[in-house]
């Protein structure tokens, strides 16, 4: 591919660092190789050379929480109506379209397995470089568990869509998480507390025994992975911190007292703000039950405490979206409503430098340093005075560049 020079931009690199006007970046192939700000010194020549006019750079945005898989708008009736083929093929659509709202990496929690992620490495469709855990372990009558109550057939493995797997017991859970991992996954997700989705289970309660989660977090660890846990209730989280689980999922009924022991267990938190305002808000009309949204207002109404918990205690905080169905194409929104809370600098190191942690791809992505992925996006204003900036994707994003390769530029389309 050779090189690519940005110039003229206004650089974010995520560090933590200020902003710097008048910065450059060269690109060799996939990587970043030299960044920096004023006078560039001798370039390569022949080099693609973009003028980002002024815009603001930042690195490629990581969505924490995605569920890909997540087609319509309520996954337990998605899971029961459509078939393996409809839920792959328009799950394909949902990652091209994370991609173009700027999330060049997505960490998918449940659904998706291996083959979409190597389907974008490789360059089949085009998408967020994804990490995945494939099917979730839940146990019977769990947040994985999508029968209803008046139901009483045993679960059925989903293999697409919001996949799931409901097996109780230390030796079950053994078997399904080295089953995952045998299928590539680059974590185990399992559900430790009810949620919103499910037809069987309330928010406050947890899920799973200390023993079953120690069982799941032993068998990723053994492969060099981790374990991500769904969860809201106070007891999940402590049970969590207990068992080694590395990443809470939501975390919306947090106290203090958890708060304080995921930061001695360095847990880090993935707020996921934006599916609560966007499911209170469209619900309804999207034909969504009452208990789902009923439950759904219950967590909007901790959102925020939670995450003021969490950066009160110094607790490393993450950012996702977890939206469903049509939804998904308001990704963005959670940087402002996180932003909110801790600021806007601190939304977008969540995003992207957190993230990248998350992910255990710190060397490759998160923030605009030589020797990186060079992943880009470029934004239209500044987000530091307006986060909402980013849910105007089509208009405001106007280079999204991912490993090096250019997914989108309207710079030329006027200014
Ligand atoms: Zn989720």
């Known amino acids: 591919m050779g090189h690519t020079i940005l110039k003229n931009a206004t650089i974010i690199d995520c560090t933590g660092a200020d902003p710097k006007p008048n910065g450059w970046v060269v690109i060799q192939d996939q990587r970043i190789k030299e960044v920096g700000h004023g006078r560039t010194g001798a370039l390569p ?3 693609t050379v973009i003028d980002c006019q002024g815009q603001t750079l930042l690195p490629g945005l990581i969505d924490g929480h995605v ?7 309520s996954i337990v009736e998605q899971q029961h109506r459509l078939r393996t083929s409809t839920l792959v093929i328009r799950s394909l659509k949902v990652l091209k379209e994370t991609l173009d709202q700027g999330f060049t990496t997505a960490r998918d929690c449940g659904g998706v397995d291996a083959g979409f992620r190597q389907a974008v490495d490789e360059g089949w469709v085009p998408g967020s470089r994804l990490s995945v855990s494939g099917a979730i372990l839940s146990q019977t009558g769990g947040h994985g568990d999508w029968r209803l109550p008046s139901e009483t057939y045993a679960p059925i493995y989903h293999p697409a869509g919001v996949s799931s797997t409901v097996v109780d017991g230390v030796d079950a859970v053994r078997r399904a998480a080295r089953e995952q991992l045998r299928q590539g996954v680059d974590f185990v997700k399992i559900m430790a507390s009810g949620g919103a989705a499910s037809p069987s289970d309330e928010l406050d309660t947890s899920q799973y025994s200390l023993e079953e989660m120690k069982t799941a977090v032993f068998e990723a660890e053994s492969a060099g992975k981790y374990v991500a846990a769904h969860c809201y209730s106070d007891r999940g ?4 911190c207990q068992a080694g689980v590395r990443t809470i999922e939501h975390g919306n009924l947090m106290t203090e007292a958890s708060a304080k022991l995921m930061k001695e267990c360095g847990t880090y938190l993935v707020p996921t703000m934006a599916t609560y305002v966007m499911i209170s808000k469209l619900g309804k009309e999207l034909g969504l039950s009452d208990d789902f949204v009923r439950k759904i207002n219950q ?3 901790k959102a925020e405490t939670s995450l003021a918990y ?5 607790v490393k905080v993450g950012s996702g979206s977890d939206l469903l169905g049509p939804m998904q194409t308001s990704k963005g929104i959670e940087m402002e409503l996180q932003g909110r809370v801790m600021g806007p600098m601190a939304a977008l190191i969540a995003t992207t430098r957190t993230n990248a942690e998350i992910i255990q791809r710190e060397k490759d992505l998160g923030t ?4 990186k992925l060079a992943d880009f996006v470029l934004v239209k204003g500044d987000p530091l005075k307006d986060l909402g900036l980013f ?3 089509h208009d405001n994003l106007t280079l999204i560049i ?5 997914h989108k530029n309207i710079l030329s389309q006027g200014r």
């Open 45 to 47: 020549a022949q080099a």
């Open 67 to 73: 569920h890909t898989g997540s087609v319509d708008p």
């Open 237 to 240: 989280i402590k049970l969590c």
């Open 299 to 301: 967590a909007l109404d």
């Open 310 to 314: 969490a950066l009160a205690h110094g």
């Open 368 to 371: 605009i340093e030589a020797g």
């Open 391 to 393: 849910k105007n994707y």
């Open 402 to 406: 991912q490993g090096g390769k250019v």
